[in-house]
């Protein structure tokens, strides 16, 4: 089975790190992550690594989650991209608008490290990722 490359996009380091540390603890993925949308957009122009799924946080300074996604949605090569937004806002209506513009799901914060591979996993199988 080869590698499932995931770009995790957060601004808080220490909940990146503890992201980072648990989706590490999954053989079968490899982690890049960035502190904002600008880097990961950078990251996905600059071609020189590319992601099968994205998890994204949604408040973030300058560039939230939801912008990053449409702005990632016009990159050659990323418009059916996997998205999975993390955050603490995840009250039913905001889950439902977040997977309207184009995410496959929503995990909530705070997320649990032993478990947090698997529910990106869960939320990836039905697309091919």
Request: hydrophobic share 40%.
């Amino acid at each position: 089975m080869s590698k499932l490359n995931i770009l995790y996009v957060d601004d808080e380091p220490d909940i990146r790190e503890v992201a980072c540390m648990s989706l590490g603890l999954d053989p079968d993925l490899e982690v890049r992550a960035v502190d904002s949308g600008q880097q990961a957009l950078a990251l996905l122009e600059s071609g020189s690594w590319r992601p099968d799924a994205v998890l994204l946080d949604v408040m973030m300074p300058g560039l939230d989650g939801p912008g990053t996604l449409q702005a990632l949605r016009t990159l050659p090569g990323y418009g059916s991209t996997p998205v999975v937004f993390i955050t603490a806002r995840a009250q039913p209506h905001e889950q439902h608008r977040y997977v309207e513009l184009g995410a496959v799901g929503v995990i909530t914060k705070p997320f649990n490290p032993m478990t947090l591979a698997g529910e990106l996993r869960t939320l990836l199988s039905g697309h091919g990722a």
